[in-house]
């Protein structure tokens, strides 16, 4: 089955410090992509970073990287150097392609919250 | 500006009464999606276009339909089927093919039933 699992329902973070949110992902499919989004109160959905299955080094944006761990099937978003701004809900994604259609598949998420 | 554009932003229907989402993007994209999201809930497929006048199933299309007539219009019908429409509803686009950047949202819709 192609599934994306994140099992942090919740993470509470002193700011400043970095955080790990964990996602894992099944898929017998070679060639795939993962992202993380930020989905905030309003409901909105950010796009913060991205990782092919064929990119060799790991994905950096700014203040998110991408532990990307192929052979584990993992893809693990670090958010370095944490801002009270980065409390929201985050989602891991797999993008799939099935009978030549592409899909996004989402994971249930993670809430990230920020202590001052 | 490019982008999605959804409305209404909030709707409220009656039970037993179909209602239709607008879901509008001048990105020239030729994917469209529809996402359902339960509270704390991560998002599940509903449907998807890839080109003009064809679409699939998503993982829970039952209760719901959709039209591609044009590329730039994706509408979403919640039917008197769904039991349980009450729920926080988004539109995203896409280029076939794209990396990184593909995916474009719309601010969603927050559907309840009275």
């Known amino acids: 089955a192609q599934k994306i699992t994140q099992t942090q329902p919740g993470m509470f973070v002193q700011e400043k410090e970095a955080v790990t949110l964990d996602c894992t992902y099944d898929?017998?499919?070679?060639?795939?992509?993962l992202f993380w989004y930020k989905q905030p109160s309003s409901g909105e959905m950010i796009f913060l970073i991205y990782q092919g299955s064929y990119d060799q080094q790991n994905a950096t944006e700014g203040r998110y990287s991408l532990n990307f761990q192929k052979a584990r099937k993992s893809a693990n978003l670090v958010i370095s150097a944490s801002q009270l701004g980065d409390s929201a809900m985050y989602f891991c994604?797999?993008?799939?392609?099935?009978?030549?259609?592409?899909?996004?598949?989402f994971g249930q998420g993670t809430r990230l919250t920020i202590n001052p | 500006d490019g982008g999605i554009t959804q409305s209404p932003k909030y709707l409220f229907r009656k039970e037993g009464q179909n209602v239709t989402l607008s879901c509008e993007q001048n990105l020239n994209h030729d994917a469209m999606y529809w996402y359902r999201q339960d509270p704390g809930q991560g998002l599940r497929l509903i449907y998807y276009s890839q080109i003009v006048n064809d679409f699939q199933k998503g993982d829970i299309a039952e209760g719901y339909s959709v039209s591609r007539e044009k590329k730039e219009s994706f509408p979403l019908t919640v039917t008197s089927a769904q039991k349980n429409p009450t729920a926080f509803y988004l539109c995203?686009?896409?280029?076939?093919?794209?990396?990184?950047?593909?995916?474009?949202f719309g601010s969603g819709t927050r559907l309840t039933v009275v």
């Open positions: 995203a686009s896409s280029m076939s093919g794209q990396g990184a950047y593909g995916y474009t």
């Open positions: 898929t017998s499919d070679p060639s795939y992509g």
């Open positions: 994604a797999m993008r799939l392609t099935i009978q030549g259609a592409q899909k996004l598949v």
